[in-house]
């Protein structure tokens, strides 16, 4: 399986991006006109020994000197891409709290996982779950107990390969398209686009007032 990419849109050029694989003959094999960002991407495996042709079009039908582009081809690794729905976990002392990660197997990544946290303070504990075998959404139940101290910090969550013990860090994407994070629709491309520290805050417990005496 190879992975075939367009950078263009996402390096400030006005090309809305067509890709597709040809075949000797010029016939299309497969083809990707856009994702979220203009800048397709596909998946796709020969289906037998020859020659292909990865070709590039706009979908606007427009070219010119600032037309620029990247293409990548590259053979697709098994691995997988662990993402966390939120970068910051708030908690009461004597309290359940749930964490939302969602697992995504890519290329045929197969290994059996488990997602457990690291860093956690004392008095609370995080009960591994086992991601299922297609991948998707793996809810953690995150507990403190009664008397948890106070605590803000950063803890990392892993998924562990079972049979290797190799680990994958849980992420929170901090590129948006959907979200307003300081320009219309979210920033699609950031310097730093993700981040594996994960921000827990272990709240204090409130202080009863006293009963006002009649």
Known sequence: MLLLGVQSASLGFPLDARLKVEDAKGKELTKKDDTVNADPMLEWTAPDDGTYFAVIGNVLHRGGPDHLYRLSISRAVPG??????????????????????????????????????????????????????????????????????????????????????????VVSELISSTTDNGVPQGFKKLVVESTDQLWLTVLSVPTKKPEAEN
């Open 80 to 169: 997988l891409k662990a993402v966390a729905v939120s970068n910051a976990f708030a908690i009461e002392p004597g309290k359940t709290n749930e964490i939302k990660v969602t697992v995504t197997r890519l290329h045929g990544f197969q290994s059996k996982l488990t997602v457990s946290a690291r860093g956690l303070p004392e008095g609370l504990t995080l009960e591994p779950g086992e991601v299922p075998d297609k991948g998707g959404e793996v809810l953690l139940k995150l507990v403190a107990s009664s008397d948890a101290k106070p605590f803000s910090g950063a803890i990392q969550i892993a998924v562990t390969e079972t049979e290797s013990g190799t680990e994958h860090h």
